[in-house]
């Protein structure tokens, strides 16, 4: 029996910060499931990369020179649909969160994100599992409207809390007695929601 070979996953970079572009595609070359299509250093060329080679995934800075994530977002978005949008930012505050998911990502991380654990965000982007980062998970929380005002259920804040003590999709599923599938697709809904 032969085993069907998955395809690669396609993923395009964009960050105006050279040494950023650079350090993103030396450790992204060793995962031998992704490949890296594609760079740009502004928002312009995120969407000419997006346009050209319709990536699975495009991984986009908070802020870019040219124009503004949302407007970048909802460009790469037009021009290809099936493209997951993950924002890769240094800006720890939540307060662009709600614009870009509304724009059409489908997550927010930090930077300073572990090298393996930006490999797995861009693998579960594919599948479409949203994912956020564990400060910005707490950022949400610390926020003076409480967080029930978004219309998050019980459920959802306790995940939205797990993820911001920094347990992993597969330990807050164990802690919580749900499948892991559950517990992603519990993020989604945060994300939605905020």
């Known amino acids: 029996m032969t085993?069907?070979?998955?395809?690669p996953i396609r993923?395009?970079?964009a960050d105006d910060h050279d040494v950023v572009r650079k350090g993103l595609h030396a450790f992204i070359d060793l995962a031998s499931d992704i490949d890296l299509v594609a760079?740009?250093?502004n928002g312009a060329e995120a969407v000419s990369a997006v346009r050209q080679h319709a990536p699975d995934v495009l991984l986009l800075d908070l802020f870019m020179p040219d124009q503004d994530a949302e407007t970048?977002?909802?460009q790469a978005k037009s021009v290809s649909?099936?493209?997951h949008i993950v924002i890769l930012t240094s800006h720890e505050g939540s307060e662009h969160l709600s614009n870009v998911i509304r724009a059409g990502a489908l997550?927010?991380?930090l930077k300073d994100t572990a090298p393996e654990a930006l490999l797995d965000v861009v693998r579960s982007a594919r599948k479409g599992e949203a994912m956020i980062t564990p400060r910005i998970a707490k950022s949400l929380l610390d926020q003076p409207k409480p967080i029930r005002d978004d219309g998050l259920t019980e459920r959802e804040i306790e995940v939205l809390k797990a993820i911001a003590s920094g347990l992993s999709n597969k330990q807050i599923a164990e802690d919580l007695g749900i499948t892991e599938r559950t517990d992603k697709s519990h993020v989604s809904n945060i994300l939605a929601k905020l």
């Open 81 to 83: 649909p099936r493209t």
């Open 72 to 74: 970048t977002i909802r």
């Open 107 to 109: 997550s927010y991380i």
């Open 11 to 13: 993923l395009v970079i």
């Open 39 to 41: 760079s740009g250093s």
């Open 3 to 7: 085993q069907d070979k998955i395809e």
